[in-house]
């Protein structure tokens, strides 16, 4: 009866009989039991062990090695004493002295010292820029002569540049660079020499210019820009009268670094000139000189606007860009390789905290042309030769033409709801044109690809239509976002307000796949940037 029950209603215990149950502690045991004796159990725990002892054995291996290689450096490492002298590296991992300078090189510094005294032929001088001169005229070639120009990055741009400047006529030049010559400088530096590498770039170039133009002041600050040095860096020339800078030129590559040095030339007022990227460029014929605001196709171009109009600069900046666009079997800035982060932490292959640690695709034809175009246009600014300002080339016009059209738009959507749009205000400022039209879009349509006679339009009809909002003052606007516009060409944008704005056509319905992805890809951008605006 009671096994009965049981089967009955599993779920009950059956009833105690003279047999003792086996307690919890006795079951687990014989379940280890069972499992030990499993012979499965038995291989895959043999495999563990055996791969901790591998694994065991290569690390401690490894550690032997490590700890030999570290003996056997420091022994090959000879005691300082007078003939072995050492010195403390500076913060930036260079030699804090310059190596013993040859034969040569004290006689060039020798004649450098006595020309930079006055102690030098003008004959000489006026002979060896007598080119520069007669294209200049007399009176502006005067003003190169006393200009006093600072540059700040002495890389393959900056040396190029530095080195125009000096044998142009420029007598007074402050050169600020944190880093040292590599081996891999000498592809596009325009003075450096195998004997250079490992020295400060601001003694190298100074060094190898005073050889070509040895009556040239020279200031030179081995150390890093930071804006709290800012008052020291680009302050007045220390020796002399103490005279302001008339032009500063960054060949900066570090981003932080260059929006920081751009962001205080434009509020302090000093004229300044900006180099963007000369990576995986090729064609000289592609370089141009305008205002950033206008610079396309160059992402240090682009990151560096958008990153300017967030602490409200938006133009006024000259720069120096390409128009080049990459295409299949150029050089392009590949993501960096899995097996580097798998190294460990990819920020400590970095000369600096926050500085980029892979090596740019660069041709070294291209540094210099930029360099090169950089110091013509300061030249021509310098002197006040005739020339078409880069700052005056701004896209001013355009935001104003595609923000009035903006509203004519808006006004008409409005009208064709049936309501009153006089006195109608659409929430869109000419630097939220900029902004979409240059950060967003890059300059161009997303439907044609075309930079010209750019508009902006909405994108889709709101869900809840074009309705008006009044703030009780008669003052009339409308429910619009950044998000909700796109650029278009006029033409275009006209086709889009007759078929899918008041046409009733959905945009998906009106253009290709390829479209409608790049509209909401550019979409996701803008909401991501619009929390840094």
Not at 125 to 146: C, M, N, V
Not at 332 to 350: A, H, I, R, V
């Amino acid at each position: 009866m009671d096994r009965q029950e049981n089967l009955k209603s599993p779920t009950k215990y059956p009833r105690t009989t003279g047999r003792s149950e086996p307690k919890p502690q006795e079951t687990m045991t014989s379940w280890f039991e069972r499992q030990a004796s499993s012979h499965h159990v038995q291989l895959a725990a043999a495999a563990v062990l055996s791969g901790v002892t591998v694994a065991g054995l290569i690390y401690g291996t490894q550690a032997i090695r490590r700890k030999e290689a570290v003996q056997e450096l420091k022994a090959s490492i000879p005691e300082l004493n007078e003939n072995h002298h050492a010195d403390m590296l500076t913060d930036y991992g260079t030699a804090s002295r310059l190596p013993n300078a040859s034969r040569e090189d004290e006689r060039v510094s020798a004649l450098a010292r006595r020309a930079q005294q006055g102690d030098y032929d003008k004959d000489l001088i006026t002979e060896q820029l007598t080119r520069t001169a007669s294209f200049l005229g007399s009176d502006r070639f005067a003003l190169l002569r006393d200009s006093f120009v600072i540059v700040v990055g002495l890389g393959g741009v900056g040396s190029h540049c530095t080195s125009a400047l000096a044998r142009s006529g420029a007598s007074n030049i402050r050169l600020i660079d944190f880093d040292q010559v590599s081996l891999s400088s000498l592809n596009r530096h325009a003075v450096a020499t195998l004997a250079d590498v490992g020295t400060p770039k601001v003694e190298c170039v100074r060094k190898r210019l005073q050889a070509v133009v040895p009556w040239v002041q020279w200031e030179c600050f081995n150390q890093i820009w930071k804006q709290e040095q800012a008052e020291r860096l680009l302050g007045p020339w220390c020796t002399g009268k103490g005279r302001a800078p008339d032009y500063v030129i960054d060949a900066i590559d570090n981003i932080d670094s260059k929006v920081a040095l751009l962001e205080y030339c434009h509020k302090h007022d000093i004229k300044v000139v900006s180099s963007m990227g000369a990576g995986c460029k090729s064609d000289p014929t592609r370089v141009f000189i305008g205002d950033i605001s206008a610079s396309v196709e160059d992402p240090l171009s682009r990151v560096t606007r958008r990153r300017l109009r967030a602490v409200g600069i938006s133009d006024a900046i000259p720069v120096v860009y390409s128009i080049e666009k990459p295409g299949p079997g150029k050089a392009q800035l590949l993501p960096l390789p899995e097996e580097e982060f798998l190294k460990g932490q990819t920020n400590e292959l970095s000369v600096l905290p926050d500085f980029r640690a892979r090596i740019l695709p660069v041709l070294g034809t291209m540094p210099a042309v930029f360099g090169y175009t950089v110091a013509n246009f300061v030249i021509l600014e310098l002197t006040g030769y005739p020339h078409e300002s880069g700052a005056s080339k701004s896209r001013e016009k355009l935001y104003d033409n595609a923000l009035a059209n903006l509203q004519s738009l808006e006004e008409r959507l409005v009208r064709h709801e049936g309501a009153d749009s006089l006195g109608l205000k659409i929430p869109v400022t000419k630097d939220d044109v900029g902004y979409l039209v240059e950060e967003v879009y890059r300059g161009k349509s997303v439907v044609s690809n075309l930079p010209t006679r750019l508009a902006l339009v909405r994108w889709k009809v709101p869900e809840s239509g074009f309705k008006i909002e009044e703030n009780g003052e008669g003052q009339k606007s409308v429910m619009l976002s950044l998000n909700d516009l796109v650029c278009m060409t006029k033409d275009e944008a006209a086709a889009h307000e007759k078929e899918v704005l008041v046409g009733g056509r959905r945009p998906e319905d009106t253009y290709s796949m390829e479209v409608v992805q790049l509209v909401e890809r550019r979409r996701g951008e803008e909401r991501h940037y619009h929390q840094y605006r």
